[in-house]
């Protein structure tokens, strides 16, 4: 599969869980010559039938080269990201729940999803944007949820992307974090506040922030539900001494970003 049509397939994926951010990259695109992709986030399990390996694969087959890795110990979550020698394609950013880290029940169940996924599906081109190749229910969510909310999601959204990210550094109408974060307010997007609006900064290289996850209606095999979906993300990246911009990720800052789709905060705001 050509890599613009997967990319354009995983956006359009994305846009159903997070119609929002069409109407945010529209607004950016009325003021602005171009609207970059920064990167994609992915989310998985650990377990080698779907694991972070297994969804880099169509990437690397279409030219990406693996770059950063991150640990984030406190959400027991290790990822890497993976770069493209064109710089005008995305960043992919793919982090996998440290499955063994939970307790028995909930590793337990983690494992009787993945018994239930095709076999052939996770080689796929398709896999990163296929959904949620199983039954769960909403008992079994809100089990996984008091634990690990990054585990409930995956289990309830499957393989799909998380967020896509406009890139700050690329935009004319706003050279700044803080003036993004004002528009977006201004236009009635909720945003992310958990640890403060900036996460990161100049010291770091990378400041993000990003909207607060909609909503959205998902069936479990006892009825339908509305939790957390997707965001959408903004970054800034900063010159490294060497005149490049810093191409990676910050574990301590992005540990707060993964809250955007805690169902705790999206309820409390
Ligand atoms: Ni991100």
């Known amino acids: 599969m050509n890599l613009d049509d997967m ?3 995983m956006w ?9 951010a069409r109407k945010i990259h529209l607004l950016f695109e009325q003021h ?8 994609i986030a992915l989310r998985t399990f650990d377990l080698e039938e779907v694991n972070l390996e297994q969804l880099a694969q169509p990437f690397c087959r279409a030219g990406y080269i693996q770059a950063g890795e991150y640990d984030f110990p406190t959400k027991h979550l290790y990822a890497q ?7 005008q394609h995305p960043k992919i950013f793919i982090s996998q729940l440290m499955t063994e880290a939970l307790s028995p029940d909930n590793q337990l169940l983690i494992h009787s999803l993945i018994a239930d996924i095709d076999p052939q599906l996770p080689s796929t081109d398709q896999f990163c944007y296929s959904g949620r190749p199983w039954e769960l229910s909403f008992s079994e969510y809100e089990q996984l949820l008091t634990e690990s909310e990054y585990a409930a999601w995956v289990a309830a959204f499957g393989f799909r992307p998380n967020h896509f990210t406009i890139l700050v550094n690329a935009l004319e109408s706003h050279r700044t974090i803080e ?5 977006l307010k201004q236009q009635g997007f909720q945003l992310n506040s958990a640890g403060g609006e900036v996460k990161g900064g100049a010291d770091q290289y990378l400041a993000q922030s990003s909207t607060l996850a909609n909503l959205v209606t998902v069936s479990f095999s006892d009825g339908e539900t509305q939790i957390p979906g997707c965001y959408y993300e903004f970054a800034l990246r900063y010159p490294l001494p060497t005149g490049q911009l810093y191409q990676g990720f910050v574990a301590a800052s992005a540990d707060k970003i993964f809250e955007s789709t805690d169902s705790r905060q999206a309820r409390d705001s």
Request: hydrophobic share 35%; aromatic share 10%.
């Open 32 to 39: 602005n010559s171009q609207v970059l992709n920064d990167h």
């Open 12 to 20: 359009q994926d994305y846009l159903q869980l997070n119609p929002d």
């Open 81 to 87: 990201h993976f770069e493209h020698p064109d710089p």
């Open 7 to 9: 990319l354009q397939a």
């Open 179 to 183: 003036a993004v974060n004002a528009f």
